[in-house]
């Protein structure tokens, strides 16, 4: 499966912004995708995942509330809303995926990854 993440960009502090993730290959398996988030220095950290055919998701806690995981299945288009969001968001953000439907928050555990999209958020 081969994944292009877009929508990044500079948002000011208290703003939304929508990332996409275009998914395309053989989506006809059983996926869980993610969405992860690495900061200059930092290590790649979980931001959300969603079961694919089922809907199940999980959103990490530094995210919760503010942060929503969507796909739609009949454009294969993953998405991450973001609102409210926070110069500690900034990062460049990376979907993922894995097949299964397992919703795993470890970055080795996915086998498929975007290219990755920037997000800059100023205060």
């Known amino acids: 499966v081969q994944l292009q993440a877009s929508g990044g960009g500079l948002v000011q502090a208290g703003d939304s912004q929508r990332l996409s993730c275009a998914v395309s290959?053989?989506?006809?398996?059983?996926?869980?995708m993610g969405w992860f988030r690495q900061a200059p220095g930092k290590e790649r950290e979980f931001v959300a995942a969603?079961?694919?055919?089922?809907?199940?998701?999980l959103t990490a806690d530094s995210v919760k509330g503010r942060f929503t995981i969507s796909r739609d299945t009949a454009k294969n288009i993953l998405y991450l809303q973001m609102n409210s969001v926070k110069p500690e968001d900034t990062a460049v953000y990376y979907c993922a995926a894995r097949e299964g439907i397992s919703l795993m928050t470890l970055p080795n555990e996915y086998d498929y990854w975007g290219q990755g999209t920037q997000v800059t958020v100023s205060s």
């Open positions: 290959g053989r989506t006809n398996r059983r996926y869980v």
């Open positions: 969603i079961d694919w055919s089922g809907g199940r998701s």
